[in-house]
């Protein structure tokens, strides 16, 4: 239909045809109020899809690379113990490795579960809250494990 | 899922649900675990004391079932990629979807030895 006007016919009231005339907004353009939520947001959700997709596949190769020689390689846990991480943090590429893994996989973690806590937490203020505890708890664990990373210390004893 | 609903899909709304149970239940690890790797902050001793819990039967058997959570969001994310990303992706999506679960049960299987023989040798001796 190309007119957003829907004219109910076959009415005998033909004199009255004006009572008759429904007028439809065309879909999503509803009269924005104060509550209407913006939907001004730019690209930014756009951003997050591809994030994640992007993310995903470096992260294919980081987080199973470190599964294959934290779990498989060498002895599997057996190995793992104080000296076995001076060993790795030696090394500049094991260091860049375990901070991107740590970055991207934090990054991408939290923006699925702000996914997750927009779809089922439907009460604004549950949401607010969840949201909060979130973002605290990545910032925290991302400037954490960096600081882990950085300051690292083989002669700590 | 939102109360109420009626939707009840079929393998895409399973390796959906399947996808997201994942993700959220490794990150919940990956918080712990940059806890514990900050021990090594504070002392050799209490590092090594923590990761020797990490040694025992039963949490190896906790790292079999977070091996299985990866490799599922590892291989499914990559066919949800392909689904979005090549034009054939959403025609064959299943049969991606099967391909996902063939090549889990083969990595998963290759895993048993690595991850939980040590295991096995502590419970019945080698
Ligand atoms: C049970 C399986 C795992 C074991 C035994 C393990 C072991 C370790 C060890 C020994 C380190 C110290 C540094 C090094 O050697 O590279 C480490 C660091 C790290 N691991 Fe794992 N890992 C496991 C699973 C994972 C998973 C599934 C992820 C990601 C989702 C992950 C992410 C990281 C990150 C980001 C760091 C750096 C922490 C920091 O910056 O302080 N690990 N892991
Ligand atoms: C190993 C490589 C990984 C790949 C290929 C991957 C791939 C993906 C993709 C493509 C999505 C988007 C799904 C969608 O939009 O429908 C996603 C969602 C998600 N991922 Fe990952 N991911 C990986 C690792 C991780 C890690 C390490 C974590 C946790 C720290 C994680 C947690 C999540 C969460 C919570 C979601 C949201 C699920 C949802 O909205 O239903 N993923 N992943």
Known sequence: ?157 | MPAGTLYRGREGMWSWVAHRVTGVLIFFFLFVHVLDTALVRVSPEDYDKVVATYKTPIVALLEYGLVAAILFHALNGLRVIAVDFWSKGPRYQKQMLWSVLGVWIILMAGALYPVLGHAARVLFGS
Do not use: C
């Open chain 1, 1 to 157: 239909m190309s007119t957003s006007e829907i004219n109910l016919t076959g009415s005998s009231a033909d004199a009255a045809e004006d009572a008759y005339t429904l007028s439809l907004d065309a879909p999503r353009s509803r009269t924005r109020t104060k509550k209407t939520p913006r939907s001004t947001r730019g690209n930014f959700e756009m951003a997050a899809w591809l994030f994640m997709r992007l993310s995903g596949i470096v992260l294919v190769v980081l987080v199973l690379g470190h599964l294959l020689i934290q779990l498989v390689l060498d002895g599997g846990v057996s190995k793992i113990g104080f000296a076995f991480v001076a060993g790795r943090w030696a090394s500049p590429f094991w260091q860049v490795w375990d901070l991107a893994m740590l970055w991207l996989a934090m990054l991408h973690g939290a923006n699925g579960l702000r996914t997750v806590i927009n779809d089922y937490a439907e009460r604004v203020n549950t949401r607010l809250w969840l949201k909060g505890l979130l973002y605290t708890a990545t910032v925290f664990t991302i400037l954490l494990g960096t600081l882990v990373i950085f300051t690292f210390d083989p002669n700590i004893r």
